[in-house]
């Protein structure tokens, strides 16, 4: 790479920083649940048009996308880097200045962050446009906390077409490392997702005659424990796999036996195989389970996203550029994660690299994960996100 334009990548990268972080603060006060997004697309497409980088919006609904190109490189490759839009239902205790002015919502999860990183990239990329190789598309997606997944949704829109994207890369926040470091892993990163809810039909009645009842409470409580089981009995060990319940509703009382329980849960595997596989017998063993205790149970699995894949050699060649840019010591292997990513419809698509951004200060107190109502980042993560995405883009 051109050293002199890694240079000046780099120095803009901190010259811009108090810019993105104004757009990141105006963001994160004014959040926005999935594919509700107005407000923010606006904002998105007011800044892009203000720098003089042509754009549409309206994409997927709520989705904006952007093109930086020369005559000279319009017919090469295309590579597109993507952000994300939408905050979350979790009220802020942050008490930060910029904290949200919403009740109730929040950008606890970086999508706030992302995007305006995405801007500054932007700005120096159509600075230095005539230097590019190959042309560049910024893509800013609605709906990546909500299933279907604006990812799908941006896909169905032709996002990857009109130049046809070749290879695509996005960062996350990641309060577990350092402001200053990046993190990598190839290969098979993160894990899919798919929602279950179960409604068990019982029959009410006094707590002292259960044998007059149905008790969906029991019931209830044999498909938690017995699917655990079946999913550790029958899933290869090789293979990471993780099934959570997180609501359980049955509205009795001391006395009352409810006639109805409502459950709810995740399912989470490393591989697609097994995946179409579990999601079968939770089922099938859930629907056996109600009908031994004469129960009915009405059951919806929610297909979510598919595993996230990195490609190998697109992970390598970013991998590299992060150690000639910020030194070895501050590029991270990472190990595999059982949360899930809606990229990861990218990643069925094209090569892509989806690679984190360290954003934890101690000695500032910003140590809480992503979906916490306490979330921040240190801003000295700012220049270090924007100067890795211009990186993948040369």
């Not at 929610?302 to 970013?318: Q, W």
């Not at 840019?325 to 990861?344: C, H, K, M, Y």
């Not at 698509?349 to 994960?369: A, M, N, T, Y």
């Amino acid at each position: 790479m051109n050293p002199e334009l890694i240079s000046h990548i780099k120095t803009r990268s901190k010259e811009l920083s108090q810019k993105v972080i104004q757009y990141r603060e105006h963001i994160h006060q004014n959040p926005e649940l999935s594919f509700q997004e107005q407000n923010t697309m606006e904002y998105v497409y007011d800044v892009l048009n203000k720098l003089n980088i042509s754009c549409l919006k309206g994409i997927a609904n709520t989705g904006v996308v952007a093109m930086i190109q020369t005559d000279e490189n319009k017919n090469n490759p295309c590579i597109a880097l993507r952000a994300d839009l939408d905050a979350l239902p979790i009220q802020e205790q942050t008490n930060k200045p910029y904290s949200s002015i919403k009740p109730g919502l929040m950008h606890a999860c970086g999508h706030d962050v992302h995007t305006s990183i995405l801007l500054g990239v932007a700005e120096i990329l159509n600075e230095i446009k005539h230097l590019l190789q190959n042309p560049i598309k910024l893509i800013f997606q609605p709906g990546e906390e909500k299933t279907p997944g604006g990812a799908s949704l941006m896909i169905e829109a032709g996002v990857l077409e009109n130049p046809v994207v070749t290879e695509m890369y996005a960062l996350h926040v990641f309060p577990e490392l350092a402001a200053g470091r990046v993190g990598f892993r190839s290969g098979r990163y993160m894990a899919s997702c798919d929602e279950i809810y179960i409604t068990i039909n019982g029959k009410g009645g006094h707590g002292a005659i259960p044998n007059e009842c149905i008790d969906p409470i029991i019931t209830g409580a044999n498909i938690v424990t017995q699917l655990q089981q079946l999913i550790s009995r029958n899933c290869d060990p090789k293979i990471p796999s993780v099934l959570s319940f997180g609501h359980f509703e049955a509205l009795g009382a001391t006395n009352v036996i409810p006639s109805k329980a409502i459950i709810k849960g995740t399912f989470r595997t490393m591989d697609e195989q097994w995946r179409e596989k579990a999601l079968v017998q939770i089922k099938s063993q859930a629907e056996k389970i109600a009908s031994a205790n004469g129960a009915s149970l009405d059951i919806d699995i929610s297909r979510g996203y598919p595993c996230l894949d990195n490609d190998i050699a697109l992970t390598e060649k970013l991998y590299l550029k992060a150690k000639g840019a910020l030194g070895s010591d501050n590029v991270i292997d990472l190990p595999i994660r059982l949360t899930s990513e809606d990229f990861s419809f990218y990643s069925q698509k094209i090569p892509v690299c989806f690679f984190r951004l360290g954003v934890r200060d101690e000695s500032k107190g910003i140590v809480h994960g992503v979906h916490n109502s306490k979330f921040d980042i240190s801003y000295d993560a700012i220049p270090v996100g924007i100067q890795m995405m211009c990186l993948a883009a040369i």
